[in-house]
């Protein structure tokens, strides 16, 4: 196994190869593997069949060309392998018949596709085995990711700054936590259907924002991360269109990754909202995320998600950042804290009121919060002080908040963003 999964590393990498095949895998992949999925009811053996598929195309394509079909391709060979696996293991003689009978005799790509009718469906379903809640939140992620979103383990480590070892038992201990639990292919209906969905929507949100705002390492942005949960997210839409919580996650993130081409400075430094360059905004995503902001609303009153994606719409239509509707951002975090009482979102809402009403009233919020224990290690706590207090020219007190937040944060653009804050109050002293 660990051989050919090299196999497929070393041979995605080659020149030439690289961009068309790393593309075929990521779109292909889920479908693949939730056809499999469905066929062996083992994640792992599903796993394995679309990797063997993949090996066998590498080989085959580069002198054969790429078929017209690659998806359709790539699922007769799985199947074909499968069928020779089933054959294999006693106790599953009757799938194998069942296969056998499905097969088209020809073996012609265009039927095989045709033959897939819940493709889809499929696709959810591995959806909801691969974010099942008897996982972990890192496992789901990291499934998420190996499963849906193509990634290898090897990128999945490096997008999460830890080592490939830790990313594989991480997949492993998921996988056999699954049939442990013997977890089913079904989609849930109910209140098990919104519990499990909620799992999908978490995991998939957690992806974005190791993306949008990495939590540790040299870089702020890992654009590779916001574009797999931006590509997990419109599955899902496309999936679950009543799902007013699916739309709601996908409106915020269009809308928050819309900015991204004005984060960062020239050196790599991130820049605050405000002082954003907002003609650098990409407004096709922003126009994609007020739009699944719209579907969300017509299906009823906003969940988190789709509040947070109202807030983000506010900044969204300022053209100006002097324009931004403080007092309407600060009733949706109002609102928000009703529908998910948190520390951090009142810490939010603590920004919008002083942006709204000043920084005095901003700093009374804000002061309610110091004692939370969730609180406790959360760098932008002592940061969003610091801010207030700079604001009102208590510049000894802003610096030695900046201090403390410095001493809290991991990633090192945070580091450096909090030294020139804390750097700027000695200034003014």
């Known amino acids: 196994m660990e051989r050919k999964r090299s196999v497929l590393a070393a041979r ?7 961009g068309t095949i790393a593309a075929i895998w990521r779109i292909e992949s889920p479908r693949l593997i939730a056809q499999l999925l469905r066929v062996t009811r083992d994640v792992g053996r599903a796993e394995d069949l679309a990797q063997d598929a993949f090996v066998a195309a ?12 690659p998806g359709a391709w790539l699922a007769t060979s799985a199947k074909r392998r499968a069928i020779d696996q089933l ?7 009757l799938k194998t ?12 790509e265009a039927d095989f596709a045709q033959s897939f009718e819940e493709i889809d469906d ?49 997949i492993v201990r998921a996988k056999r936590a699954l049939t442990d639990a013997n977890v089913t292919l079904e989609v849930p209906s109910g209140a098990e259907r919104a519990r499990r969905v909620a799992s999908i929507l978490e995991a998939v949100y957690l992806i974005f924002n190791e993306g949008y705002a990495a939590s540790s390492g040299d870089a702020v942005l890992r654009p590779e991360l916001v574009e797999d949960a931006l590509r997990l997210g419109r599955m899902l839409a496309a999936l679950l269109t009543n799902e007013r919580e699916v739309h709601g996650l996908v409106a915020l993130m269009e809308i928050q990754a819309s ?31 007020l739009d699944a902001l719209d579907r969300a609303q017509r299906l009823g009153d906003l969940g988190p998600y789709g509040v947070q994606a109202a807030i983000a719409a506010c900044h969204a239509r300022a053209r100006k950042a002097e324009e931004t ?24 809402r603590a920004v919008a009121v002083g942006m709204a009403d000043g920084p005095a009233a901003g700093l009374a919020v804000v002061d309610t919060l110091t004692a939370e224990p969730a609180l406790a290690r959360y760098h932008l706590l002592p940061s969003v002080r610091g801010d207030l207090l700079f604001k009102l020219g208590r510049f000894p007190e802003a610096r030695a908040e900046f201090e403390r937040a410095l001493t809290l944060a991991h990633n090192t653009r945070d580091k450096d963003f909090l030294r020139k804050r804390a750097a700027e109050c000695e200034a003014e002293v």
């Open 12 to 18: 995605v990498s080659e020149p030439g190869l690289h």
């Open 58 to 69: 590498l080989a085959q394509w580069p002198d054969e060309g790429i078929p017209r079909s």
């Open 87 to 93: 054959r294999r293991d006693k106790t599953m003689a």
């Open 97 to 108: 018949e069942l296969l056998g009978r499905d097969l088209p005799a020809g073996g012609t």
């Open 122 to 170: 499929d696709v959810l379903r591995l959806m909801f085995v691969a974010c099942h809640p008897v996982l972990s939140p890192d496992a789901r992620v990291a499934l998420t990711l190996k499963l849906l979103g193509g990634l290898t383990t090897a990128e999945i480590a490096r997008a999460y700054l830890t080592s490939e070892a830790t990313i594989a038992q991480r």
């Open 259 to 289: 900015r991204m081409p004005a984060r960062l400075g020239p050196d790599g430094a991130p820049i605050l909202l405000l002082d954003q360059d907002r003609g650098k905004w990409n407004h096709l995503l922003i126009r994609r995320g």
């Open 325 to 348: 509707d403080w007092r309407a951002i600060a009733e949706l975090y109002g609102a928000l804290a009703r529908i998910v009482p948190s520390p951090v979102v009142e810490l939010n």
